[in-house]
């Protein structure tokens, strides 16, 4: 009951949002967000910390093709679900001194789509997965089209189509599978796992790129990652966020959970063309980061190299690059929200995102230095933030799984230093111009984003345990299920 | 059957209006008798009743019947303009009611007779509806080319039934079908009869390479008689070829199967791909409509037991999608005089309601989900992978992807491109009409099981 109360809830207040007139929307839509957030807390506050699914729900949806509205959540899903939740508010809140057009459908789509968004970490029925995957490709394509910067018409398509043309094939996939599943076929979500393992290394193969693009698409993972540097520059400051916060985690999820148990003998085999995919991702897109003039444009590139590390760490399918994988996921959604939410003070204040122009902000603004100074500590994966926890799991995951790729992996831990501390030196410090001797003072909203940000960066950099604890035993569980799938 | 007898008195009506002159009241007349047509039709559910061996009511016409004149009253509705005019009433109404007959008796016929008539019963009114527009020249050009054309298939179909006649020696469909599975060896011109019925079938449903017709035709004729094509004379005309070849012919399938695999592979492409190069919506849609025919061919060719619930299903969701997109350009193509996709531009700012609705159909139609369209699709895609198509149904992703591609310039132009600022004056009853399209696209999306499980 209480999962289907979080994936309604966002739909039911976006509906009522779209009647709304006046000023009063935006606080209606933080309203509307932090209850959801309230909401996803009490699920926490009921949740077993075991490997059982939770707050199960199945009922029948299209039953003559053995399709059910099966939601759930286990403990991965339970950290997705509040990072989405955790995210959307501050998002919200990040948009409050800015004024879009048409503000309540704005936030309409953004509640719509953390309704799909909660939908796909919940889904145990494979086209009800994909249903919510499709679903919240909608609301962003619209939020960028609508809001978006500069050529954005041709850059949001390109971004549905190449989303879309992923997502077509992992139907493709999931149909395959379907029809596989033994007796009245079924989309349930354990029918599929053993329709999958029940088949060979060839076919495994096939349903395992059929799947993984959709999931390297929405990622990215290099060299599906062309859409994304143009779409999170173009796209409005929240949409960026809503895209690299939290749907990028949409990919990453799908492999861990539907990806891994769908084919492990197809994941087996190509794991190491899709890790050295990855690692090659990090450098080159750590190296694409260094030379980056725009900073929205850096910040992309520095997603692509962490998530990068991501799915590596997923690919090396044990315990520790998994958790790894749950703990970066969260702590890369933190960040990233923050880095962008710091580039659009920025540009708000300056008028410009080129990181050769700015400098010297620091002299006029220390309080905003010191909250850049702990989300960049925290991105660069500095220890007692939160991004070292993940980043060092992920490595030590892949170092156990193949030493040479970890090496190289690592690189992305140095490089990411280069570009991180770089940008802040060019724009923080130094002399004091003409586009910074003015930067005004931050609002009580836009502390208050900062804040919660770093906050959550050094509170969960110092004690994780809380969050391993939640997903931990429903991530051993997979490890041990794919690996008694593969015989070992 | 009793459906079908008011139908036909509906069209007689229409007729006598002109000479006992209630021409006022025949619109309200044939809205309510398209109502009661359809509460008649729902009463013949599961009898199974067979007409002196030439049509039969089963549950498969009766679920195409019912959503023919579902989506004839809402094109009734749509196109009142259409019956403004004075001097025409009275034959408008008679010719789109007697179109509706042929319709009806398409997708009942258990004999190719009946088949032979339902389709003239369809294809006459057709010829002159799109002509209609009689001071109009592309009209007129519609209308001849539509006439040819169609008389060219026809004879192909002609030609076909009489060459399966003299290899069986029947026209009615069962015995036909008895004769295939009989076990004697077939005459050779039987396998000529079943390609040129193909060919004549392929023509009504404007699938390629006998698609020539559709762009120009449908461009040509006015909008109201375009969109009663490119919906209700579609769905009847698959209907009708659904039955004859899944059934029938089916014992003979290695003959015509690859024929239609590759039909169906060129429908998609060239369909699509030639859809993007359009600048006028009209055309646009025509072949849109060409391309949707692609993707009914695969279940035809999957021919399984999901075949008719996923073409019930596809005709149903395409059908009112096209409806509503038809519906808008017709509104704004009467305001602007202008049919282009320049013509949408800043939509979403004069007329949001429009916009949204436009929005609604047109991403049905390109196959996004919980959208109807997207679970046509889906039905679709299941039925042809279960029959082994992967090949198939890999074009039909591509071609899917390349139609996301021009239904999504128009959602651009409502949304992105600057409006002149002229609102767009909007009757109320085509607004809540609009509303209830589009509740039915989600509402058929989020529950497509009431109407795949009919069949």
Redesign the interface.
Known sequence: MITLLLIFFPLLAGLLLLFVKGPQVKNIALGAAILEFVIAIFALSQFHRDATTQFDWNSA?????GISFHVGIDGISMLLVLLTTFLVPVIILTSFKTDYKNPSAFYALILFMQMALVGVFVSLDGFLF??FW??A??PIY?IC??WGGED??RIT?KF??YT??GS??M??GL??L??HTSGTHSFNITALYAAGQSLDLVHQGYVFWAMFIAFAIKMPVFPFHTWQPDTYTTAPTQGTMLLSGIMLKMGTFGVIRWLLPLAPLGVEHYANVVIGLSVFGIVYASCIAIVQKDFKRLIAYSSIAHVGLIAAGILSMNAQGLQGAMIQMLSHGVNVVGLFFIVDLIQKRTNTREIQSLGGIRNVNPQFAVLFLIVLLGSVALPLTNGFIGEFLLLNGLFQHNAWMAAFAGLSVILGAVYMLRSYQSTMLGETNAATASFAPLETTEKAVLIIICSAIIVFGVFPKPLTDICSPAVDQLVNNVKMALGK | MKALILLSSLGVIALLAEIFSFKKLLYPIVLLGLITTFVLNMFDWDTNKLYFKMMQFDNYAVAFTAVILVVAFLWFIMAEGFFKEESNLTDHFALVLFALVGAEIMVSYTNMAMLFLGIEILSIPMYILAGSNKTDVSSNEAAFKYLIMGAFATGFLLFGIALVYGATGSFDLSEIAAAVSGGTALSSIFYVGVLLMLVGMAFKVSAAPFHFWAPDVYQGAPTVVTAFMATIVKTAAFAAFLRLFSTTFSGVSETWMQTVWVMAALTLLVGNITAVMQTSTKRMLAYSSVAHAGYMLLALLAANNYSN?AILYYASAYSIGSIATFAIVNIISDAKNSDGVNAFNGLSKTNPMLAIVMTIAL?SLAG???TAG??AK??I??SA??AGNVGL??IA?IA??IG??YY?RLI?AM??KESDGQTIAVQSNHKIVLVIIAIAIVALGLF??YI??LL
Request: without cysteine; hydrophobic residues 65%.
């Open positions: 949806w299209i039953q003559s093709m994909y249903v499709e679903l490709l909608i619209f089209l609508l954005r018409t398509f549905f189509v879309l043309a077509l094939f139907l493709g149909i395959y379907y029809l | 619930s991403l996004i989900p919980p997207f679970f889906y039905f895609f299941t992978f279960m149904v890999l992703i899917s992807l996301v591609y999504f651009i949304y992105f497509p099981d795949i499980r």
